[in-house]
């Protein structure tokens, strides 16, 4: 039977005891699969600050309610115990500037309610759609753009998903598809290979584009059975992933993206830029060189969407300029990501200039 693996509350409960019991952030190398590593990933923010030896205080209770916490064993196993400022812990620690409203920060910073051709299907750009896949993370990071995404409104399953396939085939202005979500490797291999199959028999589609971040939370999940979806397809596959320090980047991660890259499948990746987590130039120079010394692109680095709930990691475009410049002044330019911003109902993303 076809699975959608899942983050909400109610049907992990059963498992989140065995998280606490089973699993201490040393032991997260331990072979386990990719699923059992989502089951038993953290959800508490006081449970997350008592495996790094942080005052439980430290995580926001309401700021949890209202979009959870869901850090899998693996990338919490990267952080240092006893520092509050850990880059990785910032990412996805519950905090208490979330429940704040701040002026400009909104529940759809892209507009994507108003790009949605059908449920789940977006058409912003020219020549590509995007299809929300569903609505699980491997990961929540407290800045995700569609943190209050209408996720309950996704098609689940294939039949769900035809009527969004149909509209992509009678459309041969669309080359390329786009998978996200969520994330859309959070699917099960047989049901991401009809998903997959399904668009490769659409002759004008030429490329499909994953964008995911389970790759680097969840190394494990790079399995052969799915690299070999991607690889016997027709059209050409693209990967996108999200890493936004270089300590997130350990050997189990950077082995599991030298597999898609080994097996012919390009792997970029996109970063977005946050307030105390890589707003240095030393922290944005390591991320370019160990991504480039594993062949791996810097693509682009985001300014941040302005979510609501996600204002206290913005950074300013002016010092976001400024250390793009520096970086360039230290770093072979084929490192450089772009440093771009969305703006909704442009045709495409937007370098950020002087």
């Known amino acids: 039977m076809d699975e959608i693996l899942t983050t909400n509350r109610q049907s992990v409960r059963a498992h989140q005891e065995a998280a606490s019991r089973e699993l201490q952030p040393a032991d997260a190398a331990a072979e386990v699969s990719w699923q059992q590593a989502m089951r038993l990933a953290v959800r508490d923010s006081a449970e997350l600050c008592r495996r790094l030896k942080l005052p439980e205080s430290l995580g926001n209770t309401a700021a949890a309610e209202s979009f959870p916490v869901f850090v899998p064993l693996e990338f919490l196993s990267r952080m240092q115990a006893g520092d509050r400022s850990d880059p990785l812990l910032k990412q996805v620690l519950a905090a208490s500037e979330e429940v704040s409203p701040v002026e400009g920060f909104v529940a759809d910073p892209l507009a994507e309610a108003s790009a949605s051709t059908l449920p789940g299907l977006l058409h912003k750009y020219p020549g590509r759609a995007l299809l929300v896949t569903t609505g699980a993370c491997a990961i929540h990071c407290r800045y995700c753009f569609r943190r209050h995404f209408p996720y309950d409104e996704v098609p689940k399953g294939a039949a769900a998903w035809q009527p969004a ?107 977005v830029l946050l307030r105390g987590v890589n707003d240095s130039l030393e922290a944005l120079e390591r991320l370019s060189l160990r991504l480039v010394d594993h062949r791996i692109q810097p693509y682009y680095l985001h300014q941040l969407d302005r979510v609501a709930g996600a204002a206290h990691f913005e950074v300013s475009e002016a010092t976001g300029l400024r250390l793009v410049e520096q970086l360039r002044g230290r770093i072979p330019g084929y490192a450089m990501p772009q440093y771009v911003r969305e703006i909704p109902h442009q045709a495409s993303k937007l370098p950020v200039v002087y």
Not at 166 to 175: K, P, T
Not at 230 to 258: I, M, P, Q, Y
């Open 165 to 271: 396939v149909d509209r992509i085939a009678a459309d041969d202005s669309i080359q390329e598809v786009l998978l996200s979500g969520g994330d859309p490797l959070t699917l099960v291999d047989p049901l991401l290979a009809r998903l997959v199959a399904s668009l490769d028999a659409i002759p004008h589609v030429r490329r499909i584009r994953v964008h995911t971040r389970l790759p680097i939370v969840i190394p494990q999940r790079i399995t052969q059975s799915l690299i070999e979806i991607f690889r016997s397809a027709r059209a050409t596959t693209w990967f996108v992933v999200h890493c936004n320090h270089a300590a997130e980047l350990d050997s189990a991660t950077l082995a599991s993206l030298g597999r898609l890259i080994d097996a012919g499948i390009p792997v970029l990746n996109q970063a």
